[in-house]
């Protein structure tokens, strides 16, 4: 079944089965994934080598999309959901031993995936416009999918929660697990174009391309608010 | 295998294949399970009832033995392992939600098992002679095994750790439901029979002996610490 | 909730909270465990050494209930379950390589639990009286809990099932394993007093006052079909 | 790490931190995901309608690789290993139910994710050419990721197995939640480019290009097996 016709693959190239976003929010859960200062905020480095210029010009279409669209659109995201008194979760990632002993393997590699955050860190909070609230849950994990390596699973159905609703960085990465994890697990899964985000645009379309109709729907911010209302 | 000829079930009355208590070090973890105020510490009640003080007494032998022997030898095991650099972690039961939507079902019941002990709960604390330090993991679960609800079996593989000793309450609750859980993820478990405690002694002895050479092998604290010494 | 007077334990003791067994048989399913050659069928041994006719005497009592009481029990269940076309499932322990590999550590020790059954073994046969039909679930496991080692449990959610009627053998091992798993990921577990044993009265007793009202709700045969005619 | 120049997406681009092909045989699997009929073989159909003329054109060209690239290649590795005695695995997607009801959400969509390969379905079938012999371990899956739904990551633990060799189809499904799912797991994961397939080559180089360096290393059949002999 598709709802839109955007970011249709192969796959569903031919497909003509349509149906309308329809979402129960008693059962509903928003999942904000790894919005944490170490990847959606640049690096404060005082005085950057040629290479981190470099680098810092390379990344900075994905940090102005950050703080244009995605942090935005979240912060949307996490008012609707307050205000009407449905679930909010967040996952981060972060390991329990200082020296990330407990870390799984696709965190102890090297280069982009040498991610060592240990407790205390302040590159492993969450970034303060999106900052969890009172009891909602929080996971840390020191895998990239939120399922995997958390008791969240098993929290959410224990609290009656069948569908979630999925946000966050980076979409081919951490969210893409997730969303693989989610569905495997038997839970109905929204992905939101306008408030996820990979490191570019090519790979967030079409890993947005991969996801859709076969692991989640992929709709925008708006959609979502819209068919909830 | 047997180490010794305590706790010797009908299924291995005739079995002499006996072994020394061999470990290695560098691969095992103590967790210390659920030693928290709500499970070891006597209740706090200005005006008990009859019914109260009626309880107050079935309890007290237990209270005793926990003040007596279990948390010194827990303290004494605690000291081992941090004097030597090994590995310490710790379980507890604490939910997510303040009204405990996410516990799991045997959580959620009536009577002994029915467990609300949110965020900040002080009766959730361990108790302040066997309180973590620093870095050590502390996993919290809405579920009696320390494995089935926790990423804790992937983190002791993370680090290297094939060996958990094994301490707390309750013996016959979440203690057996921790010790079958590593065995079945294929850990090797020491359970310390003067570190453990059920709500009777003669509960204890049962569960020791149920658990003892089919899941774990039960030794006490000197023999744990002569064994790594 | 209790919900008789039979087999309580020390938690249970003052609790007076009675109430009904409810049991919706659209999300339950029965789950027969390990009623397989090499536990419950004596031993066919050609000439026995005396330390063999020794063990056949100890364990002639549990032979004797096995046929006399637990697979007539089962036999009841498994028709009324067929006979209303509800939901049948079945564990088994069997690994999957002819050397054992796979198998966890609780199943490669020595004595009673080293458990070698590989694929084509006759002694890991469901007997014949219990036999599966059809697309009844069997899953073969390497583990004591029925949950931990397979897919069981996501199976069971995906068919909308959040009730289990456990019955088999051990009580005190796979069967208590499987109990307390099932407890844990919050499906609500019946289990049958006499259609389920331990090797000895003594321990099935105990077994079943350590599990029931913490883990599940211990009735029999009679009162578990009334309940749900 | 990079082990070679290809694929090599946005977040490894700069990296210049190479090594080289380093693999232990004695803890390696060869993991052969989803080569079942109802994926790889084309489908028979009496009197085609025209809209299914135009999928199979559509469809032509990932045949036509799987039979002349795909097939092949994993002949190849599966004679390598099996002439040297590693290990081999299989996984399917096949569910337990006549009716399905067991599968997960995502294979009980409408459109290419509705999958109904109930026990007995010759299109469940691995593919002959592939068949898997004696005591290779075939797991039945009912969810994407042959780890989130099955024992699989319990039993490759316990034979010792840290590093899985993974083939098969679809990169950007299957597959890739295998593969993400095994490196959440800890295990080294070598995915071999020209023994796994997509619908179509863009999807494939795209999934290599997001996989590769993150959740494994993508190599050929020829670097495999010249890094083990």
Chains 1, 2, 3, 4 share one sequence.
């Not at 031919?14 to 959606?40: E, S």
């Not at 102890?108 to 302040?122: I, Q, R, S, V």
């Not at 909602?136 to 994990?141: A, S, Y």
């Amino acid at each position: 079944m598709k709802v839109n016709d955007r970011y249709v693959s192969f796959y569903y190239e031919n497909d003509n089965d349509y149906g309308d976003i329809i979402i129960d929010p008693k059962k509903t859960a928003l999942l904000v994934i790894d919005m944490q200062h170490v990847f959606i905020s640049r690096p404060t480095i005082e005085s950057p080598t040629q290479e981190e210029q470099k680098e810092a010009i390379r990344w900075e279409p994905f940090y102005k999309r950050i703080d244009e669209v995605i942090i935005p659109n979240n912060q949307k995201l996490l008012k609707f959901f307050r205000d009407n008194n449905l679930e909010v979760c967040f996952a981060k990632i972060q390991c329990q031993k200082k020296d990330g002993s407990d870390r799984s393997l696709d965190q102890k590699a090297t280069g982009y995936n040498e991610l060592l955050l240990p407790p205390g860190d302040p590159l492993a909070e969450i970034v303060p416009e999106l900052k969890p609230q009172e009891d909602e849950i929080v996971v840390q994990k020191t895998t990239d999918s939120a399922i995997a390596g958390t008791a969240l699973s098993l929290w959410l159905r224990n609290m009656g929660i069948d569908t979630v609703v999925c946000t966050g960085v980076l979409t081919d990465q951490c969210v893409s697990g997730t969303v693989r994890s989610l569905a495997d697990e038997s839970f109905k899964v929204w992905l939101i174009e306008d408030a996820c985000m990979a490191s570019t645009m090519e790979l967030q379309e079409h890993e947005l391309t991969v996801l859709n109709n076969i692991y989640c729907h992929v709709i925008n911010t708006e959609e979502l608010i819209n068919a909830i209302k």
